[in-house]
């Protein structure tokens, strides 16, 4: 097990570099296979021995090697992430498919978050795919939902925050959820099951709430400035996928 907790963290890290490309590549509608890794400010090829995950940052003091110039502080964070998400998956789970499928589907959210917090944009070519393989993994006996709670919880998520969405800019004149939120729930839906909706929703609302006000605050901004939702509904999904039983339960006993 103590072996296979270390392959689960390094096979994290691995992901997580590979994840940092997407998040880089896709908003800029750039292949994620070619051309390979290279600097975004001089252009230079990244070595081998300069893109092992963690360890190069560390090295290199976060610049690059060859114009010196500063690597954001994202590719370590985001490789650091998945690497310790992978590793409470595999103690959770085991070696087992659905620690692969959860794997993929919390680097999805990762991914997602991080796209989102800086372009703030949720981009289709992650979340439709999501949608459809959510729903097939649901046809599996280890998937713990059935491919009903799954439909409805795609159709339900999407379509709730749709509704929110008209509501509010019919109530403020103002656009509410954008449609990549909308596609972002239903595949949080498809993968979760529509049990486990209302407390994600509730979680990644509140966590918005105060994170969103607090950095407004700091920043001096208006209180109408858009804060992305993705990286709430990410950061809420991801609490409830490791704490929902503690979670469904303090709520049971608030309400008796």
Not at 144 to 162: E, K, N
Not at 178 to 197: Q, R, T
Request: glycine share 14%.
């Amino acid at each position: 097990m103590t072996v296979g907790t270390v392959f689960a963290f390094l096979f994290g890290l691995a992901l997580g570099s590979f994840l940092n490309v997407c998040i880089y590549r896709i908003p800029l509608k750039k292949s994620i296979v070619r051309p390979p890794s290279s600097c975004p400010v001089c252009g230079a090829g990244i070595r081998f021995y300069d893109n092992i995950p963690i360890l190069s940052y560390l090295m290199l003091l976060g610049r690059c090697r060859r114009c010196g110039a500063r690597i954001s502080l994202r590719y370590p964070l985001v490789e650091m992430m998945i690497g310790l998400l992978s590793t409470l998956l595999f103690v959770q789970f085991g070696p087992s498919p659905k620690y692969l499928s959860l794997l993929l589907f919390t680097g999805a959210l990762v991914a997602i978050a991080f796209i989102d917090l800086e372009h703030k944009i949720i981009p289709d070519v992650i979340s439709l795919p999501g949608i459809l393989v959510g729903l097939g993994v649901s046809f599996f006996p280890s998937a713990g939902i059935s491919p009903v709670d799954a439909l409805i919880g795609a159709v339900g998520g999407g379509g709730f925050l749709f509704l929110v969405g008209v509501l509010f800019e019919k109530l403020t004149g103002r656009e509410g959820m954008g449609g990549g939120d909308v596609k972002f729930l239903a595949m949080i839906g498809a993968w979760m099951g529509w049990k486990a909706l209302p407390f994600i929703v509730l979680l990644s609302s509140l966590t918005g709430a105060v994170i969103g006000v607090i950095s407004l605050l700091m920043a001096r901004k208006d209180m109408r400035s858009r804060i992305p939702f993705g990286p709430f509904l990410a950061l809420g999904t991801l609490g409830f996928l490791f704490f929902g039983d503690e979670i469904t339960l303090w709520f049971y006993r608030l309400g008796r």
